[in-house]
């Protein structure tokens, strides 16, 4: 089996440096994730896209990922 990381917002933001150096493999970053980091920091985005091993997966359209209410964003 292979390890796949959801890395959140945080992590992305703050952590970063660690994510290009070590050797991830599978790297799944939520598009909602994606879009507060595009909020925060434009510039990194394209710095995780460039990355090998990333996929975003498009949580905002996933019928199993739908809540019926808002959750609080850290």
């Known amino acids: 089996t292979q390890l796949i990381i959801l890395p959140d917002t945080n992590?992305?933001?703050h952590h970063w440096d660690l994510c290009?150096?070590?050797?991830l493999g599978n790297l799944v970053?939520?598009?909602?994730?994606?879009g507060e980091v595009r909020n925060r920091?434009?510039?990194l985005v394209a710095k995780i896209r460039a990355l090998r091993g990333v996929h975003v997966f498009a949580n905002e359209y996933h019928r199993a990922c739908h809540q019926d209410q808002a959750a609080p964003v850290d």
Do not use: E, K, R
């Not at 970053?29 to 994606?34: E, R």
């Open 29 to 34: 970053i939520l598009s909602t994730v994606l």
């Open 20 to 23: 290009q150096q070590a050797p």
């Open 41 to 43: 920091q434009p510039p």
């Open 11 to 13: 992590i992305l933001l």
